[in-house]
Nanobody, 129 residues
Framework: QVQLVESGGGSVQAGGSLRLSCAVA????????MGWFRQAPGKEREVVAV????????RYADSVKGRFTISQDNAKNTVYLLMNSLKPEDTAMYYC??????????????????????WGQGTQVTVSS
């Protein structure tokens, strides 16, 4: 049984930093694709960052490029999202997602929420101005 457990969310002021963790169990995540998504109230779930754990390549949403970093620790079966220079518009519930198969198909990254079958419960990030 695949389990994804997020942690690390919280409340920070604008300009601050947080590091989210996603512990993976029951799944050899280096065989597939991992991503971080977020969903604000009344909005659709959107991709934040994606990583190919087998090769380490990454992809970011334009809104977080240069501020967020997705990474992995294979020894701990954990994927991280380091968030720097946080803005109020980053406030959302953040979800870890996983799925088997490559992160790209025909050169296109899997950045839609419906392309992932496994999800964590989410962790809330609130950024105040």
């Amino acid at each position: 049984q695949v389990q994804l457990v997020e942690s690390g969310g919280g409340s920070v002021q604008a300009g601050g930093s947080l590091r989210l963790s996603c512990a993976v169990a029951g799944y050899t995540y280096t065989w597939g694709c991992m991503g971080w998504f977020r969903q604000a109230p009344g909005k659709e779930r959107e991709v934040v960052a994606v990583i190919n754990p087998g090769g380490g390549s990454t992809r970011y949403a334009d809104s977080v490029k240069g501020r967020f970093t997705i990474s992995q620790d294979n020894a701990k079966n954990t994927v991280y999202l380091l968030m720097n220079s946080l803005k109020p518009e980053d406030t959302a519930m953040y979800y870890c997602a996983a799925d088997q198969g490559p992160c790209t198909y025909g050169g296109v990254w899997r950045n839609r929420f419906y392309e992932y079958n496994y999800w964590g419960q989410g962790t809330q990030v609130t950024v105040s101005s």
